[in-house]
């Protein structure tokens, strides 16, 4: 069922993706796009009468999901529904195997650095 607002869909694809809304601030944050706590809670609240379409393409970049999909409700709404929690379980799994490794404290700020940056990315 598709949510019926651009605000319930735009948190539908934050909770599919599995972001708390701290985590979406954060990396709408990376993108340039700066939202209080409150902000973000209008966004997603809100039923927006002209919406942002500079937030929508950074939401579909964060989450996956359709631009088309967020402003209408029509189409597939995941663009790479799988890829994404797929992604994110590859990248728990090598922090969680690089965690039993015997490293320098060096190897292990770098290793730290290099599982944030594919958290970041994606």
């Known amino acids: 069922m598709t949510p019926d607002s ?8 934050r909770v599919v993706a599995g972001l708390s809304p701290q985590e979406m601030r ?16 209008r966004v997603e609240n809100t039923e927006p009468t002209n919406p942002n379409l500079e937030l929508i393409k950074a939401i579909s970049r964060v989450t996956g999901v ?19 929690a797929i992604r994110r379980q590859v990248i728990d799994a090598i922090e969680v ?16 650095r ?4 594919l958290r970041n990315s994606s």
């Open 26 to 41: 954060e990396k709408l944050r990376s993108l340039g796009l700066k939202y209080s706590q409150g902000g973000w809670h």
């Open 66 to 84: 359709s631009p088309g999909w967020l402003l209408f409700g029509e189409g597939e709404a995941m663009m790479a529904d799988a890829g994404v």
């Open 97 to 112: 195997m690089g965690s039993t490794l015997r490293m320098t404290r060096r190897q292990a700020d770098s290793f730290s």
């Open 6 to 13: 651009i605000s319930a869909r735009i948190k539908h694809a």
């Open 114 to 117: 290099l599982i944030q940056s």
